[in-house]
């Protein structure tokens, strides 16, 4: 079957790293994908892995190994708006039509 | 910024009422997506949709219906709403490629009591 883990909650410190784990066993693969969601909130996109390593954009970075099917999203620097839940999405099947998401990691950044 | 509007954000409405979602996107996508979400809880597929006239089922039984007679547009119909529809419903977008992410419009939360 098609399936996503993360972590269901985290806490950290305002101006630390943290990094967020996405675990995901699916029929076919065709990319991974990291959304943010703020409480009450629609998702937004944040990044994009297709191929193994790292991608890098500004304060937020993500890694992936497919033959792991590991990813993982590192958040350095920090900041209280950073409070949300991290969606992990897997673009799954031949045809890279279905993606599958993630129940999502709540994290709380503390002050 | 994307381009995917959802009408009403809010509504409030009595058991046994005829409801449409509306959803409508300017960027051309042809793939179209209607998502359900409790509060703290996970997305859940309810439709989704290649293009024009093609319409699917997600993973979630949903006891609503969706038409796509223009690319733009991908409304929800309830035809009788009941409490258990009570949730916030999400649409989203993409472009055709694999690496296009999704882009969600800010959802309708709908209470029915």
């Known amino acids: 079957g098609q399936n996503i883990d993360q972590p269901t909650e985290m806490t950290a410190t305002e101006g630390a790293i943290v990094q967020i784990n996405c675990t995901y066993q699916t029929s076919g693969f065709n990319g991974l994908f990291w959304y943010q969601q703020h409480a009450g909130e629609a998702p937004t996109f944040l990044s994009y892995?297709?191929?193994?390593g790292l991608e890098e954009k500004g304060r937020f970075s993500s890694f992936l190994s497919r033959s792991k099917g590991y990813s993982y999203l590192l958040l350095k620097e920090l900041q209280m708006k950073d409070s949300a839940s991290y969606l992990c999405?897997?673009?799954?099947?031949?045809?890279?039509?279905?993606?599958?998401f993630g129940a999502g990691t709540r994290l709380f950044v503390k002050a | 910024e994307a381009d995917i509007y959802q009408t009403p954000r809010y509504l409030v409405i009595g058991t046994g009422k005829k409801i449409t979602l509306e959803c409508s996107q300017t960027?051309?996508?042809?793939?179209m997506y209607w998502y359900q979400q409790d509060p703290g809880m996970e997305l859940h597929l309810i439709h989704y949709s290649y293009g024009v006239n093609s319409t699917e089922k997600g993973d979630l039984s949903s006891e609503s219906t969706v038409s796509r007679i223009r690319t733009e547009h991908f409304p929800l119909t309830l035809e009788s709403a009941r409490p258990s529809h009570t949730s916030q419903y999400l649409c989203?977008?993409?472009?055709?490629?694999?690496?296009?992410?999704?882009?969600f419009g800010d959802g309708t939360r709908l209470s029915i009591l």
């Open positions: 892995n297709v191929l193994d």
């Open positions: 999405a897997v673009r799954a099947g031949t045809g890279g039509f279905k993606t599958i």
């Open positions: 960027m051309g996508h042809d793939k």
């Open positions: 989203a977008s993409r472009g055709w490629d694999t690496n296009q992410p999704q882009h």
